[in-house]
T-cell receptor, first 115, second 115 residues
Framework: AQSVSQHNHHVILSEAASLELGCNYS??????LFWYVQYPGQHLQLLLKYFSGDPLVKGIKGFEAEFIKSKFSFNLRKPSVQWSDTAEYFC?????????????FGQGTILTVHP | DTGVSQNPRHKITKRGQNVTFRCDPI?????LYWYRQTLGQGPEFLTYFQNEAQLEKSRLLSDRFSAERPKGSFSTLEIQRTEQGDSAMYLC?????????????FGEGSWLTVV
């Protein structure tokens, strides 16, 4: 069964700092990869996704992620964070085939941005 | 609002009581998922429907849990004889199956507190 590991449980940054959140997955086949964000008191929202093609994907609010197949990684990046980026971020993997679109999530990374 | 709708949003129940949650997926989405999320963890898959057929159930879904999706539209998740360990956020999600990819959209969740 696939698994997803997010390296950091809690990241604290100042505004304008650069962000990189790590995500590694374990599955040897074709995968679809996602980052979801959960703002305080709100539901999970899709930030970006990778299905195929260019391994560098851009999402909403200036976020991007790079799929590195050889490293089984899908790290999330943002060049300059804002206070409004304070949220919990979840990496998720869809392993395809008979998984019927079932997502396996990482444990989440809480991002706190200080103004 | 055309997103995934869940109700009730919050439910407090006494141990041993039965509870039922309802999910209305995005119109025309043929796939519907139930996940459970506890504090500090990512969502965990519970079960999945394609149209009205329940195609997969997680081992997390004990015999006290039952989900239905009559007519392939809305879905209900019932928990019988609730236990304190059932306290969690129950998330519903939906998607439209595509060959090229499968983006899953989440509802706001239903918080269950068992006292």
């Amino acid at each position: 069964a696939q698994s997803v590991s997010q390296h950091n449980h809690h990241v604290i940054l100042s505004e304008a700092a650069s962000l990189e959140l790590g995500c590694n997955y374990s599955y040897g086949g074709t995968v679809n990869l996602f980052w979801y964000v959960q703002y305080p008191g709100q539901h999970l929202q899709l930030l970006l996704k990778y299905f195929s093609g260019d391994p560098l994907v851009k999402g909403i609010k200036g976020f991007e992620a790079e799929f590195i197949k050889s490293k089984f990684s899908f790290n999330l990046r943002k060049p300059s964070v804002q206070w409004s980026d304070t949220a919990e971020y979840f990496c998720a993997v869809y392993a395809g085939g008979t998984s019927y679109g079932k997502l396996t999530f990482g444990q989440g990374t809480i991002l706190t941005v200080h103004p | 609002d055309t997103g995934v709708s869940q109700n009730p949003r919050h439910k407090i129940t006494k141990r041993g009581q039965n509870v039922t949650f309802r999910c209305d997926p995005i119109s025309e989405h043929n796939r519907l998922y139930w996940y459970r999320q506890t504090l500090g963890q990512g969502p965990e898959f519970l079960t999945y429907f394609q149209n009205e057929a329940q195609l997969e159930k997680s081992r997390l879904l004990s015999d006290r849990f039952s989900a239905e999706r009559p007519k392939g539209s809305f879905s209900t998740l019932e928990i019988q004889r609730t236990e304190q360990g059932d306290s969690a956020m129950y998330l519903c999600a939906s998607s439209l199956s595509k060959v090229s990819g499968n983006t899953i959209y989440f509802g706001e969740g239903s918080w269950l507190t068992v006292v």
